[in-house]
C-alpha cells in the first residue's frame, strides 16, 4: 500500500470517490477597481439578501439535525448580515476606494474577525470564525453571480477537500451526494465535526498540506475510521476498499439491530452497558449505540483548550444538556479529574516531581476549593433534568470522602437559601483507582451511594508502574493477577452489602475480559459507546456458570501470562 | 440637539456575548439617536453587535452608554433597562 496522509478522524467510514476541491478555485478576490460603484454596491446587497434567505431556510429545514446551540449560532449570522456597522465598511470601501466588492467582503470580514479573535473569553474568540464563516458565504454568493454557474443550491458531489469548513456549510451538505470531507484545519470539537457526525458524512481534518497534493477529479481512498487518505489507490487497494466497504456495512446492520436490544447473557442475566464520555462530540454516538447511561462523564474537557475555567453558568448549561440527552438514564459525571499526566495552564499549578502521585483528582480539588465548588453547584443545580449521580475521582482517604461531602452540604445550604431547584435525589459516589481504597472498601459501604473502579489507574497504582512510560509498559496488564483479585473481591464485598459498583475503565470494553468480570458478579460496566454492540454480541455467547468456573480458575493463575492463555482458551471454546 | 449618558455593569457570569449584545443592538437600532458604548477607553456603534462584541466586556465589568440625538434620553434608558433586566427578552 502507499503511504497514506494522516490526519483527525471525525467521522469513521470510508469512501473511495473523486476530489470536489470547494470553491477554493470559484472564489477570487477581485484586485481590480471595480467600474461602477452604483452596480457593484447593488451586487453587494443582492449577496446579503441571498445570504439572509439561505441562513432563513437553513433554519428552517435543518431544525431536526441542528442542536439549540446551533440554531443559536445561525440566528446570529443573520443579525451579523444586518449590522450597520459591518456593512457600512464594506459600503465605504466600495464607494471610496472602488474595490471589487469580493474584496471590500474580503477584508473588512478579516478585521472584524481579527478583532474578535484577539479576546481572552473564549466564547467570544470563538465567534471570529463565525464571523469568518458569514464572509465566506458572501464571497460564494458574489463569486457564482459573476460566474454564472454551481449555484450553491446545486448539489455538492464526492469528496469535498478544503481549508477548513464551517458549519453552515456543512448544515448544506447532502449525505447522498457528499462521500467524505476532507480539511487542512480544524479540530474534533468544533462544531462542524459534531454536524458532521451526525450527518454521518466520513470525515477527515487536520491533513497536511492537503489542497496542495491533490487535484480536482483526483480519485482517492479515504479510511476515516483511522483517520487515513490514500492518494492515487492502486487496483489492489480498490479492492481492499470494497471488500472493508462491505465489512463495515455489515458491522454497522448489526449494531443496528442490536441498538434497541438489552444486553444480558445467554442464560438471559441482564448486564448493563454505559457509555464513557470525553467530550460534547461524543453525545450523537450515544444516540447510535443506546447504552443504558454514562458511566463516566470526564467533565475535564469543559476546562481544556481555553484560558479560564468555565462559569457556573456555563458548566450549569453543559450538565443540563447531557442529563436532557439521557432522557433519565442514569448519568454519573465525575468531578474534576486534573494533574497528573492531565494539565491545565491556566491554573499555573506548580510542577511536580511525581505527579501521578502527587496533588491530582480530589486531592486538588479539595485544595482549589473554588474550582471545586464552582463545579459542586454547577451540578447540583443541574440534577432536576435527570437522573444524575455525582463521582470523586483518586479518593484515597475517608477524610477525603468526608470533606467532600462537608463542602456539598455547604452548598447544598446556599442554593436552597437562594430557593434553586434542587433534584432531592443526587447520588454520590468514588472512584476506585488507589490500592489503599479498594481494600478498606467496607469503611465506605454505609455512607457512599456507589462505587466505580477505574481500572486505568488501579493497574498503574497497584504495580507501581507508570502507564505512560514505555520502558515499564510490560508491567501495566489488564490481566495482571493482583489487580483481578481486588476485583473480585470488590465486586464480593459490594454485593454482599448489596451496593452498587461498576466499572470503568479500558478493561470494561476488553472483549478477552468480559467472561472474567461477569465471572466476579460485575453487572455494570462503562467503556467506549464503539464497544458497547461489541460486547453485547460477546454477552450472548456467554453464561453465568461458565464464566463463574472461568474467574475461579483465573484467581488461581500466578501471572498476566496464565490469564491470558486461560481467557484466549475459554473463548476459542465459545 | 440632546446628548444623555449613563453607566452601568453586567451583572450576569458570562460576559457581552452574542444573545445580549444582538438584543442590544436591536433595541438601539430602534432609536434615531447615535448609540454609543465606551468600556476602556474604546467607543462602539451600539446598533452593532460585531462591535459590541469586540468590546469583550465581562461579567460584573462597567461600562458607559451615550447617545446623541433628539431621542437620546429614551434610548440611553431603554438599554439601561436592558442591563438592569439582565437582558431577558
Redo the contacts between chains.
Sequence with gaps: MSQPIQGIAIYEGLALAPINKVYSHQIQIAEDLCLDVLTEKARFETAVNQSKQQIQSLIEAKKSILGPEEIQIFEAHLMFLEDPEYLSQINDKIQNQKWDATKAVDVISKEFSQMLAALPDPYLSARSQDIRDIGQRLLRNLSFKSLGENSPQSPLLGILALKEIHPSLVAELNPLYVKGVLTEEGGSTSHAAILLKNLEIPSIFGLPHLLQKIENGDVVLMDARNGMLFLNPSAEEKTWFQNQELEFQKEKALWNSLKTKAAETQDGFRIHLHANVGALSDLPSLEKYNPDGIGLFRTEFLFLDRNAPPSEEEQFQIYSKILQTMKGKKTILRTLDIGGDKIIPYLNLPQEENPFLGLRGLRLCLVHQDLFRTQIRALLRASVHGALSIMYPMVTQKSEWEQAQAIVQEELKTLHSKNVPIASTPRFGIMIEVPATALMIESYIPDVDFFSIGTNDLIQYTCACDRLNPSVRTLYSHYEPAVLKLIHQLAQTTQHHQKDLSLCGEMGGDLELIPFLIGCGLTHLSMSPSQIPKVKLRLQTLTREKCQHLAAQILKAPSAIDVKSILQNFISHL | MNSSEALVTLE????L???PA?IL??RA?QFQSKVELIHNGVAK?G?????L??L?L??GESILIKAEGEDALQAVEAIKHLFESQFKE
Design positions: 450576569s457570569q458570562d460576559g456575548h452574542a444573545r444582538g443592538a436591536k437600532s456603534n446598533k452593532s453587535i460585531m462591535s462584541m469586540s469583550g465581562k461579567g
